[in-house]
């Protein structure tokens, strides 16, 4: 068995735990996921989100955090970055996109590439969009008006 399918197999009893479609948190602000290994670049993307509007927003690391805080609260964005230490991006947007309560999250990748083939590699794996980082302002504006209407 692979790493990937270890993974996905450890995921598994937690995510049929869960239950019912896309919810807003408890204030009923968007919920924002970041996912980078790089602390100082979910750190960037998440002052520039809270500068952008009012957004609850969560950070973790790895695939396997991702996953699990993605399960226990659905959110309406994740930022999802492709080259993860336990898994790749495309792994996990396979493994949210699974579950029926995620499947109204939105999925944006985030990589260093700015090769075509890694932009058709997201589109196959369900991002709606491919962001390379640094990323630019205007392109993270550019996605939270699409996706939640609110943005500075």
Known sequence: MSHADAQVTSFGAALRQTSG???RSATDQPSILIVDDD???AQSLRTM???AGDYQIRMVNCAADAVAAAADS???IVFLDIELPDMTGYEVAHLL???ARLRATRLIALTESVEHPAREDARAAGFERYLVKPIAQAELLKVLRRRTGIAA
């Open 74 to 76: 659905p959110p309406a």
């Open 21 to 23: 479609g896309w919810l």
């Open 97 to 99: 996109h699974q579950q």
């Open 39 to 41: 602390p100082h670049v």
């Open 49 to 51: 989100i809270a500068d």
